[in-house]
């Protein structure tokens, strides 16, 4: 090969998303008739996955396969290309924002400064809440203690009258079982389910609206800019072919998954079209108080907003 | 000197503040305990360098972080449990103090010559070819210590500068603090492994002699 | 030089710098540096600072110098030395009983932490130098400590079944249900070891020279003495099943637990405390800096494609599926005896799972019929059992170097080591009775 890209992933080999991620690998080398070849690296096997931007950024990987939600440390502007919370409806819209409503040429220099090329996004979908309380709507969250991953989101339940407590991942399971937290906000179904989380509690949304992450693919900027042009044309469709491939995989895992937890005795809420609303308002006030910490996280915002507008998500 | 955010400023300046008036009040009134080995024993005309009393000062501050934790795990417990107002900032912290201790407390084992090492050869050859085994050791301790600071400073440094924040609710300056001090802490780490292959050089050949223990 | 030359030498330079006498830690730091300089020269050095930053900031780790206090505190006071001799007149006409109660703690203490370290390290001071003292075989006293005092990652709360689940997707709950019995197998097997061992060799395990019955007032006076850590144990315990606080934490909680329980025995001192804090730092920067070194070689080693080249040299050999299974068993344990367990999950895991997950579960085992979707569970608890001997197998034996950052210094790492020799054989049957029976995993699975 006469390129090769170490590209790291936050997700495990096993997963539906991991299994795309190698597809990705798999066409574009075969695109490039092997020109290209990457190395995939799973579950943050060379760094831990939050650190991947940084180690990609410094040369020790090629590419990012994570999410730009972990790199808010780093400018609050992150929050709104990694995860919105309480934005889109559907992985499409979110990726119309980026093709379509100026959002890609807004990220790429946010990106750039750090020394990375954004190539594209991959959304499974909508995440759920998990929970050993029923959820049947917004007031079920007073006093719901749950572990919030750390962020927007913290914020936005504690609005809400929950009680998000900060704890590390790995107490996450025992804590679920002796009920020191009532719920936990992991990831979508099929993702809760693989990982077990619904043989501890019964209750979760479905289909969820809090939450949708935009994992991305990142890649080293310098390595990026080395790259020939049709062979950057290579790694960008497939980027595109792993988003639509992705999203759709995950509609289908997701039905199905919801379909079988339910007959393994998960209650599954349907917030109503008023309750959604409600939480997105408690939301879009976060997003203002984001918007404000930095001007990057500004232009997003207000991007995100007149975007929206347009297509009629919001009034 | 890096120029520092506003909130950098504040939080150097306090913790400097802190550190100082420890160094002062209470640091040399447990230096003498410090100086002991893990079980008492050791020489009492053993000589220390002026690296080892910076290492050992260190120590007398660190030593307190994990009755901090305890007390701050503690107090997390009953807001949660009792009061049911759950912290956002004791996971966080008790996070980052640990990180503290496990990268600085490394120093305080290297000045206590108490990391973990086979000896098994070493104590078999003549007190010469121990010295040369030491400058091997103490070669690749510092060869260790070099490519950390030289893979990882610039990186530090620019966190520092930036002051990187760490992306939670209570938001702590994690990785701006821990990342500069993980190159510090190599750094240090080469000057008291040299430091101890000097003081260490004209020490007569010690004998692990089970008898000592009984 | 290819990977294949590049891990034998790894190999050969672990053991020349241990030889040399190099600390631990900063040897495998060493070469991690030669390794990310073969793949990416200086460029390449990130991974280093990089894979430090990581593990401190691991919340987990907490459990290491929260434990280390606690026995540290419980050494300095009379409250360990109380309770064995309270145990020793209870146990005075059972041969091998100390060495039983200390396995039995420590299973009982496995499912208060989910962490290997600590529990070595507590066991290593309150246990060790009593069972010394009474006139335990050293051997046998400190395989004892750190093979039961390794359970606390196969019991439940586990940190090994955690990471192994989130790497692989598999129910992490499911895990925990399906290591319960071989855990406890191989308590069992540790201490019927302890029983069958001491009757042959009496010697191992003296009894307390009297030659009169001890009265049963006697016993009953000597409850007093066992009361203190039980008071402990409830606290602990009940403070992670009773839902009041996290695992961590409960670490914490038993911290001042013990201190409560000084003050009220009037043995408080300003210079318990502090003396307990120095060590407890010390302790704490001798068990970390090995990890960091560990962690900085696995770093390296995988970006330089350690892995793939594991992952192929398997496949190449086209042999039936247990026959898979077993080389991946014997790769666990080859490179159990040279890294920490994390770096091996990472490294094997994306490689191997994928091949596992495509085997027929029902040709597992001798009899067979392991449902299929326990597959991943099973292999998981195989994993889990491997990494028990990883933390005793030379050398890079993490057991070892936690037992010996607190040991007397003339208990020598190799000595530690060959007190392990009959543990690991122990762990390697259990090993078998798990290849060979899958069904074990399957006993609490729904
Ligand atoms: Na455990
Ligand atoms: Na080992």
Excluded at chain 1, 64 to 92: H, V
Excluded at chain 3, 160 to 166: D, T
Aim: one cysteine or more; aromatic letters at 10%.
């Amino acid at each position: 090969a006469d390129y090769t890209l170490r590209i790291q992933t936050h997700l495990s080999a096993e997963s539906l998303n991991g299994k795309n991620a190698q597809q990705f690998a798999d066409d574009v080398e075969r695109m490039s008739g092997g020109r290209i070849d990457i190395e995939m690296f799973y579950s943050g096997s060379v760094v831990k996955s939050t650190e991947t931007f940084d180690a990609a950024a410094n040369g020790v990987l090629d590419g990012d396969m994570t999410g730009g939600a972990y790199q808010t440390g780093k400018n609050p502007a992150f929050q709104f290309l990694g995860d919105i919370m309480g934005g889109y409806e559907t992985p499409w819209q979110q990726y119309s924002w980026l093709y379509y409503g100026g959002g890609m040429e807004k990220a790429q220099k946010l990106y750039n400064s750090y020394g990375m090329q954004l190539i594209g996004w991959w959304i499974p979908g909508q995440e759920s809440l998990s929970s050993s309380k029923p959820l049947p709507g917004p007031a079920a969250l007073k006093d719901w203690k749950f572990r919030s991953p750390p962020g927007m989101e913290t914020e936005i339940f504690a609005e809400l009258g929950a009680s998000p407590i900060v704890m590390d991942f790995g107490e996450v399971f025992s804590a679920l079982e002796t009920k020191i937290i009532d719920g936990a906000d992991a990831s979508n179904v099929t993702t809760n389910k693989s990982i077990g989380i619904y043989d501890l509690v019964k209750h979760a949304t479905y289909p969820g609206f809090h939450s949708m992450p935009s994992d991305h693919l990142a890649i080293n900027k310098d390595v990026w800019d080395d790259l020939p042009d049709d062979l950057k044309a290579i790694v960008e469709v497939a980027m595109q072919k792993l988003s639509f491939h992705n999203s759709m995989s995950f509609e289908v895992a997701m039905g199905k998954t919801a379909t079988e937890i339910q007959k393994e005795g998960v209650t599954l809420y349907n917030w109503s079209q008023k309750d959604r609303e409600e939480f997105r308002n408690f939301a879009q006030k976060k997003w203002q108080e984001w918007g404000d910490k930095s001007p990057e996280a500004r232009e997003l915002v207000d991007s995100h907003v007149s975007f929206m507008k347009e297509i009629g998500l919001l009034k | 000197m890096p120029e520092l955010t506003t909130s950098g400023q504040i939080w150097v300046g306090g913790i400097a503040l802190g550190l100082v008036l420890w160094f002062v009040f209470v640091s040399p009134r447990l230096v003498p305990m410090l100086k002991m080995t893990m079980h008492g024993v050791g020489d009492d005309d053993r000589k220390f360098s002026f690296v080892d009393i910076v290492t050992l000062y260190m120590a007398s501050v660190l030593m307190f972080v994990v009755a901090m934790i305890v007390s701050i795990m503690f107090y997390e417990v009953v807001m949660r449990y009792v009061f049911e107002a759950p912290t956002l900032w004791v996971e966080e912290l008790s996070r980052w103090l640990g990180g503290v201790i496990f990268l600085m407390g490394g120093l305080y084992a290297m000045q206590q010559r108490a990391h973990i090492r086979v000896v098994i050869v070493y104590d078999m050859v003549s007190r010469n070819a121990q010295r040369v085994l030491d400058v091997f050791g103490t070669i690749c301790i510092v060869t260790f210590c070099y490519a950390v600071v030289s893979g990882y400073g610039k990186t530090a440094l620019k966190k520092f500068e930036t002051w990187e924040l760490y992306g939670s609710a209570w938001n702590p300056p994690i990785p701006a603090v821990m990342k500069p001090l993980i190159c510090i802490v190599c750094a240090w780490m080469a000057v008291q492994a040299i430091s101890n292959l000097i003081m260490d050089w004209s020490k007569p050949k010690v004998i692990h002699d089970p008898a000592d223990d009984l | 030089m290819g990977i294949a030359e590049l891990s034998i030498l790894l190999l050969v330079g672990i053991v020349v710098l241990l030889a040399a006498g190099v600390p631990l830690g900063l040897a495998s730091g060493f070469l991690g540096v030669c390794v990310a300089y073969w793949k990416l020269g200086e460029r390449g050095f990130f991974i280093l600072g990089q894979r430090m930053y990581d593990l401190t900031i691991e919340h987990a780790l907490l459990a290491v110098p929260l434990f280390i206090f606690m026995a540290m505190l419980l050494e300095r006071s009379n409250i360990a030395k109380d309770m064995y001799d309270s145990l020793n007149i209870w146990l005075s006409r059972t041969r091998g009983g100390i060495a039983i109660v200390t396995a039995v703690m420590a299973i009982i203490m496995a499912a208060m932490s989910g962490i290997i370290g600590g529990e070595v390290v507590l066991l290593g001071l309150i246990a060790l130098p009593q069972m010394l003292r009474l006139g335990y075989n050293q051997n046998l006293a400190v395989g004892t400590i750190c093979a039961s005092g390794s359970l606390g990652t196969m019991i439940p709360p586990s940190i090994v079944l955690i990471i192994y689940g989130v790497v692989t997707d598999t129910s992490i709950h499911a895990l925990f249900r399906a290591a319960i019995v071989p855990g406890l197998m191989l308590g069992g097997m540790y201490i019927v070891y302890i029983m069958v061992r001491t009757r042959m060799n009496p010697s191992l395990a003296p009894l307390p020279e009297s030659d009169q019955e001890v009265t049963w007032g006697e016993k009953f006076l000597a409850l007093k003495g066992l009361l203190p850590p039980v008071i402990l144990v409830t606290c602990i315990l009940g403070s992670i099943y009773g839902g009041i606080t996290g695992i961590t934490e409960a670490a914490a909680i038993g911290c001042l637990g013990t201190l409560l329980l000084i003050f009220v025995r009037g043995e408080f001192s300003p210079k318990l405390l502090l003396e307990a804090l120095q060590r407890t730092l010390r302790s704490t920067g001798t068990i970390l800096w090995v990890t960091f070194g560990a962690t900085c070689l696995a770093g390296a080693y995988s970006i330089a494609g350690g892995p793939v080249f594991v992952a192929n040299s398997i496949l190449g050999l086209e042999l039936p599926n247990m026959g898979v299974i077993l080389m991946m068993m014997l790769i666990f344990l080859f490179l159990g005896a040279l890294m920490d367990w994390v770096g091996i999950v990472l490294l094997t895991m994306p490689v191997f799972l994928p091949i596992v997950a495509g085997m027929t579960a029902s040709e597992m085992g001798l009899i067979g019929g392991l449902d299929p979707s326990h597959l991943k569970v099973w292999f998981g608890i195989l994993f889990c059992m491997n990494m028990q001997v990883s933390f005793l197998s030379p050398p890079f034996g993490p057991a070892a170097f936690y037992l010996k950052s607190v040991a007397p210094p003339h208990i020598q790492l190799t000595d530690i080591f060959k007190g392990f020799m009959p543990f690991i054989c122990i762990q390697l049957i259990g090993l078998v009775v798990m290849l060979a029976f899958p069904e074990i995993t399957s006993v609490f699975l729904d």
